[in-house]
């Protein structure tokens, strides 16, 4: 059967639609992370801290949908990526999914005894949940940009040469740890500004405005490390876009600010980090000034932004290796074949709808403002 799109069209295609779900994953799910992580500041006593956990009780679960597209994507579409990443990045993994079961389990039993230590025992809980995950993913896409001990035998097998965990928390990978979590605060911080009122609202607006000065800051310092102290990766062999997924059929060199040099061949890309860097200053200019829809859409141009930077930047790497720089998975040759990226490319044209109509039913339905009075008058059926 001919198929109506060549390999390397559906090779781009599935690199899109995973950033598309990752930077779906970020937007949504970031702000939910953001509100855990500011729990202990905007909420100071418990129908404060009842309010800021019932802003996104009936939402975090549907943004957990994106986490599981994307990491199914990568499963399905890049599957030596996937063995890669979940070999090189088990423990990290772990954390973030020991630390995302607390939120379920914190918002069930929180509410369940009237005693301040158990609910302060939940209330820090659910700041874990939202910390460790937003620090993880920004420490995982750090490493990705520093490139991963892994190679790959004649046999296509890949085996990671890692020393574990504290490898991982270099101090690149910690800054981009910073920056993710930074990115989420601001997120989760115009959320609560949008949801609440009185004095959460008021708290939540102030850290609105320092977060999203603090994401545009940090970012701006991890590009020029980028730029001046890590080295980039860059393929000097024939590419054969079209050809089989081999990962040992290129010649790849590792050379400083070759992470960069796509901006030169393709000066589109530069909206990236241009919305990386306005997305949160604007963000912070809106929050100052109360337009506050207007500050939440920029602060998720801002998360765009940032996600897309990385991605463009590599391009077409997905995963380098940093100890056999040939062995690095790229677009062209870490994919799955033709076939399945089409069937799956069907699949995800009838299912993503479906998503994203059920997402914005759920919001639509479930909106509006939590209040004090709210939590009174529905004590025992609210978080």
């Not at 545009?216 to 102290?229: E, I, K, S």
Request: hydrophobic share 55%; net charge neutral.
């Amino acid at each position: 059967m001919e198929l109506p799109l060549g390999y390397e069209t559906l090779r781009v295609i599935w690199w899109l639609l995973l950033g598309v779900l990752l930077i779906g994953f970020a937007v949504t799910d970031g702000f939910d992370l953001g509100v855990a992580m500011l729990l202990p500041h905007v909420a100071k006593n418990d129908i404060e801290r009842r309010i800021t956990i019932n802003t996104i009780g009936p939402f975090w679960h549907g943004n957990q949908v994106w986490l599981l597209l994307g990491a199914g994507a990568v499963f399905a579409a890049w599957p030596p990526v996937y063995a890669a990443s979940f070999s090189g990045f088990y423990i990290a993994m772990f954390l973030v999914l020991a630390t995302l079961i607390l939120r379920p389990v914190g918002f069930q039993f929180r509410n369940k005894v009237v005693d301040p230590l158990w609910r302060t025992f939940w209330d820090f809980a659910l700041f874990v949940g939202g910390l460790v995950p937003s620090v993880v993913f920004g420490v995982a896409f750090g490493n990705l940009l520093q490139g991963v001990p892994f190679r790959i035998d004649s046999d296509l097998r890949i085996a990671y040469e890692g020393s574990g965990l504290f490898e991982l928390l270099n101090p690149f990978g910690l800054l981009c740890g910073l920056v993710s979590a930074a990115m989420f605060v601001m997120h989760g911080a115009i959320y609560l500004t949008l949801k609440t009122d009185s004095v959460v609202q008021a708290r939540a607006s102030n850290v609105a405005k320092l977060g999203a000065l603090a994401t545009a800051a940090l970012f701006a310092v991890a590009g020029l490390v980028v730029w001046r102290g890590i080295d980039g990766y860059l393929i000097t062999s024939a590419i054969t876009t079209e050809g089989p997924s081999n990962p040992l059929m290129k010649t790849v060199i590792r050379q400083p600010g070759q992470w960069l040099s796509n901006y030169g061949d393709h000066h589109w890309m530069i909206f990236a980090p241009t919305l990386g860097l306005l997305g949160p200053l604007l963000a912070s200019l809106l929050s100052a000034k109360e337009h506050r829809g207007l500050a939440f859409a920029a602060s998720a141009l801002g998360i765009l932004g940032i996600i897309s930077t990385a991605a463009v930047s590599m391009f077409p790497f997905l995963m380098p290796s940093n100890i056999d720089p040939n062995a690095s998975l790229s677009v062209w040759d870490a994919s799955s074949s033709r076939l399945t990226l089409f069937v799956m490319l069907v699949a995800t044209l009838i299912l993503l709808p479906i998503v994203l109509a059920y997402t914005a039913f759920v919001y639509r339905v479930l909106g509006g403002t939590v209040t004090a009075s709210m939590i009174e008058e529905n004590s025992a059926n609210l978080y």
